[in-house]
């Protein structure tokens, strides 16, 4: 029997979160193992009218391939890249994996080397999706590996997905829609300040946002989505930070993440499993080691972490701050083939200022305008 739940997610992505139009040249990318979201997928976004091409990837072939590759064909990006990269109008990414550790025992520098060497693409891509040219979307299906390391069964993981996403109302797209108005009004306080503090646990770091822009993220490029973001200041990031969370990246995980900032750069980082490759990411270019983002988490549908990134940065209550590449349309001008994203827990005892006033204390907004948690039934 069907999952209505599968048809409606499919519904919101093509429609809502893409909105794809006729004669649109769309990318659909996702593993075997997600075939029933991808043929939805694949039904809603012709019955827009696209031309669709499909991308079906196998499971093993990156782990082959950082285990085998020359460092020319690492640096190697094909025509076929290129073309998708610079004339594709959608792309539509499904995550599954049947082993989210099959990467952990790869070489970082070769990673690394990878990374640098599709920076160029990463570049245009978020120049054309900052224009609004290229429009994007992701999302989760549900598969064991996931499920596992959310420590939970297949189908409490599946209602934790679809519940993320809101799947279970009526009508997700309205409620979508109205988060998004709210976020909104969060949005438009953040865009007057001007610096904030980050106080929590073994953290106290400020960074400044003057001139750029707090953008609103309401079931469009990530889905579940749930967060208003930001790139800082390049030079501006003072202080430390510890990150709650395991720091995901590439199938490995670092714990205990602290990273130190001295006018906008890191300069100690340190973990109690994985710092010497939290160091490699952190040193991979001149963009690294500075911030390409801060964004607040306030998907209250959220509430626990299940070492899945598309989840846990938008846990209601929590702040994530990634290095690396940042978003041209918030105003950013780092570059870097990284873009990592690390979560700090404000729920216990954590407190945000903007410009010396507290806006959200223990995880929750001052003001109750803004994205608050659900009221208990």
Known sequence: MKDPR???????????SLKVRKGQ???????????????????????????VETNITLPGLEEVFYTESSLAQRQWVSQVTKHRTRHLDASCLILGSVNTRSLTNCDPNKMAQVAKARQPMR??????????ELNWTLTQWPTQASAQDAEMSLAEYENFVFSGGHLDDDDPVATWKAIKATQQKL????????????????????????GRTWLNSAGKCNFPDGEVYTSP???????HIQFS?????????VLDAFLEFKDGKVVSATAS??????????????????????????????????????F?????????????????????????????????????????YADGTLIQKNGCFVDKRFPKPPRRR
């Open 187 to 210: 949005a438009d306080r953040l865009n007057r300040s001007k610096e904030f503090r980050i106080v929590a646990k073994n953290t106290d770091l400020t960074f400044s946002t003057a």
């Open 233 to 239: 200041v390049e030079k501006s990031a003072n202080g």
């Open 123 to 132: 570049k245009i891509w978020m120049k054309r999706a900052g224009a609004g």
């Open 273 to 310: 499993k994985g710092e010497d490759f939290l160091r490699t990411m952190v040193e991979m270019d001149a963009g690294s080691c500075r911030l390409g983002e801060a964004a607040f988490g306030t998907n209250y549908n959220i509430t626990r972490f299940t070492r899945n990134t598309l």
């Open 25 to 51: 040249y769309l990318m659909l990318t996702g593993p075997p193992v997600a075939g029933p979201l991808i043929v939805e997928c694949y039904r809603e976004a012709l019955r827009a009218g696209a031309n």
């Open 312 to 352: 846990d940065e938008k846990i209601g209550g929590t702040i994530h701050l990634a290095l690396g590449a940042g978003f041209p349309e918030a105003g950013s001008v780092n570059k870097s083939g990284l873009h990592w994203d690390m979560v700090c827990d404000l729920r216990d005892k954590g407190h945000i």
């Open 245 to 253: 969370f395991p720091a995901i990246q590439q199938s490995r995980e």
């Open 6 to 16: 599968v048809e409606k997610l499919a519904g919101v992505m093509i429609n809502y």
